[in-house]
């Protein structure tokens, strides 16, 4: 009887990560799409900008180190902690 209860266990975690990775795989198919938008959105800006004579690569060396230092990202294990 224990090896029954045990299978159902299994099965039921088995399931569960199944459905999790299912989940996850379509929310990353989703977000790759958003990315895409923002992408595109940017480019069009930036386009706009060096049409007006904006120099962004000398606009990217003036950003001071601290700045740079808040965009890492956080880790996934320090968030659910």
Not at 56 to 65: I, R
Request: avoid cysteine; proline fraction near 0%.
């Amino acid at each position: 009887m224990a090896k029954k209860e045990s299978n159902a266990n299994t099965d039921e975690q088995i399931g569960f990560h199944k459905g999790a990775l299912t989940t996850l795989a379509k929310e990353r198919e989703e977000m790759l799409r958003i990315l895409q938008i923002v992408e595109q959105l940017m480019q069009m800006h930036i386009k706009s900008l060096k049409g007006l004579g904006v120099d962004l690569a000398e606009a990217a060396k003036n950003v001071k180190v601290s700045e740079k230092k808040e965009w890492k990202k956080k880790r996934i294990e320090d968030i659910i902690k």
